[in-house]
């Protein structure tokens, strides 16, 4: 049997959702204000919002929206097909992993037994210094 969760009850947010309402019911209505400072600070800013904007829309306001939308399409687009040739790379580069795989490793062994390297606790520490080293954690911080 599955239920779909729900929400968890936020009392708090309930009261402040009532006052709100209750605030601009009572504007609208233009009831005497009473009540609490938050009741009336709800007040002004429900009349605030049903006051007209001070300014016109400008005359090309929807061609500017437009070639906005138009510009958000296109960079969709081009955050997609980024999306698809990073997976691309990366599948190539799991080929090439797979592939020569059997060659680097015959390569590293070869590398730590000629150099004395054949501790696998000393190859281990070699690595644990070298990963983050190359990853610029262990570069030092600018502080300011």
Known sequence: MTHER???FNDAAEREWALQE???RADRLGLSPHGDAKLQSYR???RALRQPLDE???ADFAAEVA???HRTADAQLELWLSVALLGLLGAMLLGVVVTYSQLWLAFARTL???SGLSNPWLLALLAGLALPASLGKLSPRKSG
């Open 112 to 114: 730590t037994m000629a």
């Open 67 to 69: 070639a906005q939308v």
């Open 6 to 8: 729900q929400p968890p």
């Open 56 to 58: 016109e829309l400008p």
């Open 44 to 46: 002004v800013v429900a």
């Open 22 to 24: 209750q605030a601009a």
